[in-house]
């Protein structure tokens, strides 16, 4: 790189405001640039978890099945009431006699609410409850392309990061909502030292892969014979 100095002072004076000004310029577009790629790369992500956001499909088909009969339950009975033949699949004359001769202590009316509310709770909680993720998202660098790899793919592939640590004869890894368990097998004595380099590889792996969301990193170093 080659420097021209100024050939007087005033020079160097009229040039001075000049050079001050474009880099001001300059890193004004930059900040403004990087806040945009900021808020770029969070709506990416953000559609990136939700693309792979576990379906609690099987708990949400069993209550809209169950509230669909329901439903179609009591628009018959209602419709057939007014039309004045009512079907009568509910027996209500003997759930009447057996609700005003029932005490609210009786050891079969607490068993049954007990039940009731134990089916809806556990509905409310497989509905509100996130399942177990099938798909890690991963940043793409591009805002229209959403990518996500097999939680085993992943897995599997920290697992290898392990097993290349040098005295680690074998090792599996298992992921478990934000964390991932890695269970190294190694002779070694300094369980420490190895657990320390077994969880650098998988972490450098991990980093590679570039998720969206962080994950924490857990190892469990085995001493075999």
């Known amino acids: 790189m080659c420097t021209v100095?100024?050939?007087?002072?005033?020079?160097?004076?009229?040039a001075e405001p000049s050079r001050r000004a474009r880099p001001a310029g300059r890193a004004t577009d930059r900040a403004t640039d990087r806040a945009t790629d900021r808020a770029t790369e969070r709506a990416t992500d953000r559609a990136a978890v939700r693309a792979f956001r576990p379906r609690r499909r099987i708990p949400a088909v069993v209550a809209g099945l169950l509230l669909m009969l329901l439903s179609l339950l009591v628009a018959a009975e209602t419709i057939s009431g007014l039309v004045g033949r009512?079907?009568?699949?509910?027996?209500?004359?003997?759930?009447?006699?057996?609700a005003s001769a029932t005490l609210w202590s009786n050891p079969l009316f607490l068993l049954a609410s007990a039940v009731v509310t134990l089916l809806g709770l556990a509905?409310?909680?497989a509905a509100l409850v996130p399942g177990r993720p099938g798909m890690v998202p991963v940043r793409s660098g591009d805002p229209g392309l959403i990518?996500?790899?097999?939680?085993r793919t992943v897995a599997r592939a920290l697992a290898h990061a392990a097993e290349e640590v040098p005295g680690v004869h074998g090792a599996r890894a298992r992921m478990r909502g934000s964390t991932v368990v890695v269970t190294a097998a190694t002779s070694g004595w300094d369980k420490e030292r190895f657990g320390t380099e077994v969880r650098d590889a998988v972490l450098t792996r991990l980093a590679a892969m570039e998720p969206v969301e962080p994950y924490r990193v857990v190892v469990n170093v085995k001493e075999t014979r």
């Open 147 to 151: 990518i996500g790899l097999r939680t």
């Open 123 to 125: 509905l409310l909680a």
């Open 86 to 98: 009512p079907l009568r699949l509910v027996p209500y004359d003997g759930m009447l006699a057996w």
């Open 5 to 14: 100095p100024p050939d007087d002072e005033g020079g160097a004076h009229r």
